[in-house]
Antibody, heavy 125, light 110 residues
Framework: QVQLQESGPGLVKPSETLSLTCTVS?????????WGWIRQPPGKGLDWIGS???????FYNPSLKGRVTMSVDTSKNQFSLRLSSVAAADTAVYYC??????????????????WGQGTLVIVSS | QSALTQPASVSASPGQSVTISCTGT?????????VSWSQQHPGKAPRLLIY???KRPSGVSIRFSGSKSGNTASLTISGLQAEDEADYYC??????????FGGGTKVTVL
C-alpha cells in the first residue's frame, strides 16, 4: 500500500520560506508517476500547488507567481516543496499526493490517488 | 486559473440520491476526460472516489458514479447513507498543464 507523510515546521514567519518534505513508502518514486502538493486554507477548499516527476520535470500553479520550487530526492524516496516570501494567506494544511499521468508527447496529469494526512503550516510572526 | 464551479451544499434523506455538478470550461472539463472526484470528512485527507470521469478505484462503493456532458461533470451518490456526509471536490486537468479544483460541495444527510 502506498503511503505518504508530510513533515516540516508548523510555524513560519512572514516573508520567510516554507519548506516541507513528503516521504513515500510502499512505492519507489523512481518507478514513475508525478508527485504533487495541494493546500487547503482553514475552512476553505483545495488548491493545487504543483507536481514533480522523478526526472525533475515540474508543473506549477501560475497563481503562485514563481514563489514555488519542488525537488525530488530519490535516494530517500522523498520530494519537497519550498514556498518563498510567505504571508498570512499561505496559512493552510499542506498535503502531498501521488499523481497518475500519461506523457505521449505532452504530459497529462490525471488525478490524485494516494494522499498524505496533511500538515498544518501557520504563517505568523 | 479559475476554480471549477460546484454548488455549496446539497442535502437529501437516507436512501435517496444526490447529484453534484461541477462546471468548467472548454479549457478543462470540456477538453479532457481527466475529471476526478474526492470525498473529505472533517479533519481528514481527501479520498479518491472517481477518476477519468467515471472509473471507481478498488474499494469504492458502487453507490458512487460519475459522468460528464460538455463542460459539466457530475457525481451521483445513490442510496445515501449517514457516512456519506462530507465535502466533495471535483478536479480537472487543464490546457495549461495544471490541475484545478472545484470549490467543494457539502453533502448533508437529513
Amino acid at each position: 500500500q502506498v503511503q505518504l507523510q508530510e513533515s516540516g515546521p508548523g510555524l513560519v514567519k512572514p516573508s520567510e520560506t516554507l519548506s516541507l518534505t513528503c516521504t513515500v513508502s510502499g512505492y519507489s518514486i523512481s518507478s514513475g508517476y508525478y508527485w504533487g502538493w495541494i493546500r487547503q486554507p482553514p475552512g476553505k477548499g483545495l488548491d493545487w500547488i504543483g507536481s514533480i516527476h522523478h526526472s525533475g520535470n515540474t508543473f506549477y500553479n501560475p497563481s503562485l507567481k514563481g514563489r514555488v520550487t519542488m525537488s525530488v530526492d530519490t535516494s530517500k524516496n522523498q520530494f519537497s516543496l519550498r514556498l518563498s516570501s510567505v504571508a498570512a494567506a499561505d496559512t493552510a494544511v499542506y498535503y502531498c499526493a501521488r499523481v497518475p499521468h500519461t506523457c505521449p508527447g505532452d504530459c497529462f496529469l490525471h488525478y490524485l490517488d494516494f494522499w498524505g494526512q496533511g500538515t498544518l503550516v501557520i504563517v505568523s510572526s | 486559473q479559475s476554480a471549477l464551479t460546484q454548488p455549496a451544499s446539497v442535502s437529501a434523506s437516507p436512501g435517496q440520491s444526490v447529484t453534484i455538478s461541477c462546471t468548467g470550461t472548454s479549457s478543462d472539463i470540456g477538453c479532457y476526460n481527466y475529471v476526478s472526484w474526492s470525498q473529505q470528512h472533517p479533519g481528514k485527507a481527501p479520498r479518491l472516489l472517481i477518476y477519468d470521469v467515471d472509473k471507481r478505484p478498488s474499494g469504492v462503493s458502487i453507490r458512487f458514479s460519475g459522468s460528464k456532458s460538455g463542460n459539466t461533470a457530475s457525481l451521483t451518490i445513490s442510496g445515501l447513507q449517514a457516512e456519506d456526509e462530507a465535502d466533495y471536490y471535483c478536479t480537472s486537468f487543464t490546457t495549461s498543464t495544471t490541475l484545478v479544483f472545484g470549490g467543494g460541495t457539502k453533502v448533508t444527510v437529513l
